[in-house]
T-cell receptor, first 112, second 111 residues
């Protein structure tokens, strides 16, 4: 079945550091890929998505590129801020209105 | 646009008791999902509805969990009887196309 493996946390970085959170997936078809973020005390929010190979999703300075050849969708940000502290989930779905399969989440803490 | 509404936000019950959660999806979203998120893990799908029909309930423990979506809008998820391992956050989500929108969840503690 489908699965998502993401970098284990927690991850602690200093403000303005470069961020990478690794995510790889296993799927039977051609999934859409997502990064969701969960800020303290809030619900899951979609951060970015990519629906086909070589697409780059981007939002709030975060980027991730759908790499079919390496089955990866790594999350990157060039300069993190304290406000980026949250739990980040990589996820996939096999199509529109299909269930999401999530990774285990990576807790990110940014220190000033 | 109003988001996905869930209630209650928190619930504490004793094992073997019953509990129910309510979800109101975003207006016009035909697809509704219930996920279970155990502490330290990613959300796991329990059941998916398309309008008022069940699309996927393969991961729903049907001996104790039940869900319904009356008239294809609101949904309720029930656990009866609850076990200690049911302690988790129960998330409701809805979608129209690719993107799923999540509610804030109900945190259930079974003691």
């Amino acid at each position: 079945g489908d699965s998502v493996t993401q970098m284990e946390g927690p991850v602690t970085l200093s403000e303005e550091a470069f961020l990478t959170i690794n995510c790889t997936y296993t799927a039977t078809g051609y999934p859409s890929l997502f990064w969701y973020v969960q800020y303290p005390g809030e619900g899951l929010q979609l951060l970015l998505k990519a629906t086909k190979a070589d697409d780059k999703g981007s939002n709030k300075g975060f980027e991730a590129t759908y790499r079919k050849e390496t089955t990866s969708f790594h999350l990157e940000k060039g300069s993190v801020q304290v406000s980026d502290s949250a739990v980040y989930f990589c996820a996939l779905s096999e199509g529109g209105n299909e269930k999401l399969t999530f990774g285990t989440g990576t807790r990110l803490t940014i220190i000033p | 646009e109003a988001g996905v509404a869930q209630s209650p936000r928190y619930k504490i019950i004793e094992k073997r008791q019953s509990v129910a959660f309510w979800c109101n999806p975003i207006s016009g979203h035909a697809t509704l999902y219930w996920y279970q998120q155990i502490l330290g893990q990613g959300p796991k799908l329990l059941i998916q509805f398309q309008n008022n029909g069940v699309v996927d309930d393969s991961q729903l423990p049907k001996d104790r969990f039940s869900a319904e979506r009356l008239k294809g809008v609101d949904s309720t998820l029930k656990i009866q009887p609850a076990k200690l391992e049911d302690s988790a956050v129960y998330l409701c989500a809805s979608s129209f196309t690719v993107e799923a929108f999540f509610g804030q969840g109900t945190r259930l503690t079974v003691v």
